[in-house]
């Protein structure tokens, strides 16, 4: 765990030396919730499309973050060195991978205040419930979008493939994200229908995260 936390270390301070991907995500966020809450009606609550709205948002932000996981290493040959030092390869990748986890989670905290202005919602009502669906969800996005930052770091056009390969893959993880975040939004809170969704992304992170350590060291040698 000591070089999984240098990892996740190194790529923070990364970040917040240059700030480029943060800044883009949350910028593009913000301009997003803003032309939506133009367009959309939001004389009421947001209880019905709220959840849908809220979590594309946070997909394509999550992408102008993963997509720099592996890119940033290019410069200098750094990707090389990485994956020729004694440094595990499940190392090197859970360690991006909570770094982008704590990149995302930054974004959505500044997303979330926001969406609840500008389309009435009210997420004080089921704190630890949006908590844990964000987690679970972000993290499954983490994962997968990592995982094919490595694919896809040494491709000309990986600005334009990364996010063509991860949204089909994302497709589970949204649903149920979009699906928990309704429910809470419309004040009835995870009711016995809701269960099969906390358990699909349970079960999804478990499942991508194991075969993700499993396959990262075949990834980076190809």
């Given at each position: ?134 987690a679970l969800a972000t993290w499954g996005m983490t994962v997968i979008g990592t995982m ?19 949204y089909p893959m994302l497709i589970p993880v949204l649903m149920a994200a979009m699906q928990l975040t309704s429910a809470l939004l419309s004040g009835t809170g ?33």
């Open positions: 765990m000591r070089h999984v936390l240098t990892i996740a270390w190194k790529d923070l301070r990364s970040e917040l030396r240059t700030k480029e991907s943060i800044n883009a995500a949350a910028a593009f966020s913000m301009v997003i919730l803003v032309l939506f809450s133009f367009v959309l009606d939001i004389s009421g609550d947001a209880r019905e499309f709220g959840g849908g709205l809220l979590w594309l948002v946070f997909a394509f932000a999550g992408a102008l973050v993963l997509n720099r996981s592996f890119a940033r290493e290019q410069s200098n040959d750094c990707l090389d060195a990485l994956v020729a030092s004694p440094l595990p390869g499940w190392a090197l990748f859970l360690g991006k991978a909570l770094a982008n986890f704590a990149l995302l989670a930054v974004v959505e905290l500044i997303a979330l205040p926001v969406f609840g202005i500008l389309f009435n919602a009210d997420w004080l009502r089921f704190p630890g419930w949006i908590a844990l669906t964000c094919f930052s490595a694919l896809t770091v040494n491709l000309r056009l990986r600005e334009l493939m990364l996010p063509v390969l991860v995870i009711t016995g229908d809701d269960w099969v969704w906390v358990k699909l992304l349970i079960g999804f992170d478990i499942i991508f995260t194991s075969l993700s350590l499993a396959l990262i060291d075949v990834i980076l040698v190809n």
